[in-house]
T-cell receptor, first 113, second 113 residues
Framework: DTEVTQTPKHLVMGMTNKKSLKCEQH?????MYWYKQKAKKPPELMFV???????INESVPSRFSPECPNSSLLNLHLHALQPEDSALYLC????????????FGPGTRLTVL | GENVEQHPSTLSVQEGDSAVIKCTYS??????FPWYKQELGKRPQLIID?????GEKKDQRIAVTLNKTAKHFSLHITETQPEDSAVYFC????????????FGSGTQLTVLP
């Protein structure tokens, strides 16, 4: 089963709200990723978790806070976002951080009002 | 860091014709090159990938070629069908420990019936 799932599919939030995005995989992968994708642009890497530890933070603002509770789950906590943060947020996973093939989830379409 | 350039940005072909998308990369240490297809509102889906120890790989109507000396790789789709219409992203994997993917800017392929 090469599937990564994400919830919710769509999210609308105000700039003062706190919300969380969730990602789950049951492929036994040990590396998980958060990407941000704007319309007609490629995915931009935000965070990489390897064996449940944060290994890369691509200078992402602190209003985005990742969390990896266990090897199957990845969360992205959102607080005090700006309208320009509206985008498709994609989660991906790979077997481990040295295995290249990344499988993407369907994404969460986030709109910040 | 790695830089991946992708051309063309848009490509229209008649159904049944072939389509070619080209990418160049800058980091000679990159050794993994996946291609993703992303339909409107959907997740990026891996369609084919190639590693640097191979010059060409084929999967039915899709093929990828790699020229390590020139640092470029190409996606070839033969006998195109309307369902091939999508945005295609090339990517290159760096040699760092987290195996980050650097994406090209994308090609919008339209197959005209």
């Amino acid at each position: 089963d090469t599937e990564v799932t994400q919830t919710p599919k769509h999210l609308v939030m105000g700039m003062t709200n706190k919300k969380s995005l969730k990602c789950e995989q049951h492929m036994g992968h040990r590396a998980m990723y958060w990407y941000k994708q704007k319309a007609k642009k490629p995915p931009e890497l935000m965070f990489v978790y390897s064996y449940e530890k944060l290994s890369i933070n691509e200078s992402v603002p602190s209003r985005f806070s990742p969390e990896c509770p266990n090897s199957s789950l990845l969360n992205l906590h959102l607080h005090a976002l700006q309208p320009e943060d509206s985008a498709l947020y994609l989660c991906a996973s790979s077997q481990d951080h040295r295995q290249d093939t990344q499988y993407f989830g369907p994404g969460t379409r986030l709109t910040v009002l | 860091g790695e830089n991946v350039e992708q051309h063309p940005s848009t490509l229209s072909v008649q159904e049944g014709d072939s389509a070619v998308i080209k990418c160049t990369y800058s980091d000679s240490a990159s050794n993994y090159f996946p291609w993703y297809k992303q339909e409107l509102g959907k997740r990026p889906q891996l369609i084919i990938d190639i590693r640097s120890n191979v010059g060409e790989k084929k999967d039915q109507r899709i093929a990828v070629t790699l020229n390590k000396t020139a640092k470029h790789f190409s996606l070839h789709i033969t006998e195109t069908q309307p369902e091939d219409s999508a945005v295609y992203f090339c990517a290159a994997s760096n040699s760092g420990s987290a195996r980050q993917l650097t994406f090209g800017s994308g090609t919008q392929l339209t197959v005209l019936p």
